[in-house]
């Protein structure tokens, strides 16, 4: 296991992403030995690259604004033998969200940037062991709540109301908000589940993504849409829509495969995809 060595880091993005200024909050991040490359993104979508050189005696942190005339920042950390720590839950401090550093599971991942920037912005947490599990497919009860806190940022989202249309979803549940705030906005359609059964702990197919989504999604052309398994789509109008967008897309066989998980990191990427339509974030 490679040795650990935790540094509070003394740099936030405050204003203009050219300039830089004094942290308003920390975060504690593990950094292995050698060199390792992160960013800092803030909660308008700028960012910063950090190069961190562990060596015996110190950490030296490169601080660079890409596509910018500003020279890059050195910061040097002197570190004491006594600090030399193994740290298994090294990561993401949970309390803080001013800054996010890449997951130990992510670091090198296609979806790299779109989870640093859902993080950043408070919309799509990591665990407790530091990790984002990129590959694990999102559930119902899951893509309720990274939905209803999306669409805060975009438009109104009605109070829950006190009693449950699911009979699997109850008021002492942590997604029970959620999952009635998007019943009461006609982004759940209760009728489509049979015997009042939402299976909050499932795997939500991509169709039913696409079907909560398509409200929100303005009208755009989707004659130009086509997907070779278009007879086993149960909702083809909202999941044309929602692909017309660009937010969910096809396979390169020319599927769309309605019944297939999504992941965590696809989930990240479609997000960002619409809240940039939606102009939150450039």
């Given at each position: 296991m490679k040795k650990c060595f935790a540094v509070i880091l003394a740099l936030s993005l405050v204003g203009s992403v050219n300039s830089f200024a004094v942290a308003q909050k920390k975060a504690t991040v593990s950094i292995p030995e050698g060199t390792s490359a992160y960013k800092i993104v803030d909660k308008e979508g700028n960012f910063v690259d950090l190069e961190f050189t562990y060596k015996e005696d110190e950490i030296t942190v490169v601080v660079s604004v890409p596509n910018s005339e500003t020279a890059?920042?050195?910061i040097t950390v002197p570190?004491?033998?006594t600090e030399k720590t193994n740290r298994d839950n090294a990561g993401v401090d949970s309390k803080n969200d001013s800054?996010?550093?890449?997951p130990t599971?992510?670091?090198?991942?296609?979806?790299?940037?779109d989870i640093l920037l859902m993080n950043q912005l408070g919309l799509l947490r990591g665990y407790p062991d530091g990790t984002f599990k990129p590959e694990k497919a999102i559930t119902r009860a899951e893509y309720a709540a990274l939905l209803e806190r999306v669409l805060k940022m975009t438009s109104t989202v009605p109070q829950p109301v006190a009693t449950s249309v699911f009979m699997d979803v109850k008021p002492n549940d942590w997604f029970f908000g959620p999952v009635s705030s998007l019943v009461?906005?006609?982004n759940i359609n209760p009728a489509i589940y049979s015997?009042?059964?939402?299976s909050p702990n499932a795997a939500i197919p991509r169709e039913e993504i696409a079907l909560w989504t398509a409200i929100d999604v303005p009208e755009v052309p989707s004659q130009h849409v086509k997907f070779k398994d278009e007879s086993a789509i149960k909702y083809p109008a909202d999941?044309?829509?929602?692909?017309a967008a660009g937010l969910l897309k096809g396979y390169p066989d020319g599927s769309f495969r309605p019944t297939g998980n999504t992941t965590r990191a696809e989930a990240a990427t479609m997000m960002v995809r619409y809240l940039r339509m939606k102009g939150v974030i450039q």
């Open positions: 890059p920042k050195i570190l004491r033998k800054m996010f550093m890449v599971d992510s670091v090198n991942h296609w979806a790299r940037n009461v906005r006609k015997g009042r059964l939402f999941v044309k829509k929602v692909a």
